[in-house]
């Protein structure tokens, strides 16, 4: 469960090292990072819902 809280972390290294090596600037990246958040929480969401239902 603790690694589905881990996700958001790692998609965002990720974004962030792609931006740095294109080149661009966080500015330019801002809806990247609205997207991870987004999704991300839609996902943690889904998933403790899950558990606390199957549980």
Same mark, same amino acid.
């Given at each position: 469960?603790?690694?589905f =809280? $881990?996700?958001?972390l790692? @998609?965002?290294?990720?974004?962030? %090292? =792609? $931006?740095?090596?294109?080149? @661009?600037?966080?500015?330019?990246g %801002?809806?990247?990072?609205?997207?991870i958040?987004?999704i991300?929480?839609? %996902?943690?969401?889904f998933?403790?819902l899950?558990?606390?239902?199957?549980?």
């Amino acid at each position: 469960m603790v690694r589905f =809280f $881990l996700l958001p972390l790692l @998609l965002t290294i990720l974004w962030t %090292l =792609f $931006l740095f090596h294109y080149g @661009l600037s966080f500015k330019q990246g %801002l809806k990247g990072y609205y997207w991870i958040i987004g999704i991300s929480s839609a %996902l943690i969401g889904f998933f403790s819902l899950m558990i606390w239902l199957t549980h």
